[in-house]
């Protein structure tokens, strides 16, 4: 697993820390995600959260890839009671004041996160697609992008930019998608149409 990110751009009512280890004291609660413990046998990411208003938690996330190209770490979400745990590309969004509650992204591997507050969503790049989250959890997702591999490079107002691979054209391709709706936008000039 490589170095875990820390980004907490959106206001969030816990405290978390990524430990090395597990603790040798174990808390009083202790959640493991996904809920199968067999899934934490290719490793974990060990997290300590401290929820504003309850009793602190242990969270082990099962590591999805141990490729060093696959993200890991954590993230502050668009609703302040959910935090988002990346292990190894394996991405997980969990409520902090009611831990059995989680969603895992369904991309595996997730290969970008982005946290966007100005937009209110925190988006994901699998290899084919991307998929935005808000407070009222997935907002969209997108057509598929790429026969292999979404590469987020430019966000600008409304606006995200991407390439993706096209394994016909055998390069890879631009793309804009409107961070409002989750539509690919076709470029014309200088003005552009949402499909």
């Avoid at 060990?46 to 504003?52: D, K, L, Q």
Wanted: net charge negative; charged share 20%; glycine share 8%.
């Amino acid at each position: 697993m490589n170095s875990p990110t820390t980004d907490l751009s959106f206001p969030h009512n816990w405290s978390a820390k990524i430990l090395p280890h597990p603790p040798l004291i174990l808390p009083t609660r202790q959640f493991i995600y996904p809920k199968k413990a067999e899934d934490i046998g290719r490793g974990a990411l060990e997290v300590m959260i401290r929820p504003a208003a309850s009793e602190p938690f242990l969270g082990t996330f099962a590591l999805g890839f141990a490729d060093l190209a696959a993200p890991s770490g954590l993230w502050s979400s668009p609703d302040p009671d959910w935090l988002c745990a990346v292990a190894g590309g394996y991405a997980y969004l969990v409520n902090t004041s009611r831990p059995e509650q989680f969603e895992q992204i369904e991309y595996r591997p997730v290969q970008q996160v982005r946290a966007l507050p100005c937009h209110g969503l925190l988006v994901f790049a699998g290899h084919h697609a991307l998929q935005a989250w808000g407070a009222a959890r997935k907002v969209w997702e997108t057509e598929r992008l790429s026969s292999e591999g979404v590469e987020i490079t430019r966000i600008e107002g409304n606006h995200l930019e991407g390439i993706g691979w096209d394994m016909i054209a055998d390069r890879d391709v631009p793309f804009t998608i409107d961070l409002r709706t989750g539509a690919r936008i076709k470029l014309r000039g200088q003005a552009a149409e949402t499909e």
